[in-house]
């Protein structure tokens, strides 16, 4: 089944500085990948999610790039700022007759002042 | 506020002990997912439920089980509960008909079980 990597489990920027969180997945027919932002004891916001007929797609600060030859994607924020600390979650999923979100394992982002 | 919601917020219960988690979806979405999360862990599929039947299903125990119900809420019943089942348990929900890609999972606010 699909598994998904996501590293690094841990990260500090300086605000302002940009942030990058890359993930991994093992099922090469995946073709949707969201991002997640939780927030401490609230509830997993989508923030951003590309499908796998674009490479790269950007919402004001956040970005996100796919390579499917290396099935590798990737979240870019820019111009950091203290209220995206969070923690972020990567996700991958196959469309079919039973479909699920495989969720990595989380980026605790913290941003210095 | 998704529109996704879940109810209740909180519940405390004792080891061997069953409960009931309840979620609506958005209006207009026909597949419910389950989660859990334990403290600090990752989200961790338990089943998808698509306009009233199972259609996947993720790490789920036996002492779980969950249903769709003909109006698409859903529920999540927990027995013979654990120390160990101590979580959060989310509910997604998504429109799911696209046929081609997984629609947006919209999340609701959870449920967050103590198992004393």
């Known amino acids: 089944g699909e598994n998904v990597e996501q590293h690094p489990s841990t990260l500090s920027v300086q605000e302002g500085d940009s942030a990058v969180i890359k993930c991994t997945y093992s099922d090469s027919a995946s073709n949707y990948f969201p991002w997640y932002k939780q927030e401490l004891g609230k509830r997993p916001q989508l923030i951003i999610d590309i499908r796998s007929n674009v490479g790269e797609k950007k919402d004001q600060r956040i970005a996100v790039t796919l390579n499917k030859t290396a099935k590798h994607f990737s979240l870019h924020i820019t111009e950091t700022q203290p209220e995206d600390s969070a923690v972020y979650f990567c996700a991958a999923s196959l469309y079919s007759s039973a479909s699920k979100i495989i969720f990595g394992s989380g980026t605790r982002l913290s941003i210095r002042p | 506020d998704s529109g996704v919601t879940q109810t209740p917020k909180h519940l405390i219960t004792a080891t061997g002990q069953r409960v009931t988690l309840r979620c609506s979806p958005r209006s207009g979405d026909l597949s419910v997912y389950w989660y859990q999360q334990s403290l600090d862990q990752g989200l961790q599929f338990l089943i998808q439920?698509?306009?009233?039947?199972?259609?996947a299903k993720g790490n789920i125990l036996e002492r779980f089980s969950a249903q769709q119900f003909p109006d698409l809420h859903s529920e999540l019943n927990l027995s013979s509960l654990e120390l160990g089942d101590s979580a959060l348990y989310f509910c997604?929900?998504?429109?799911?008909?696209?046929?081609?890609?997984?629609?947006?999972?919209?999340f609701g606010p959870g449920t967050r079980l103590t198992v004393l």
């Open positions: 997604a929900s998504s429109v799911d008909t696209s046929g081609l890609y997984t629609d947006t999972q919209y």
């Open positions: 439920y698509y306009n009233g039947e199972e259609r």
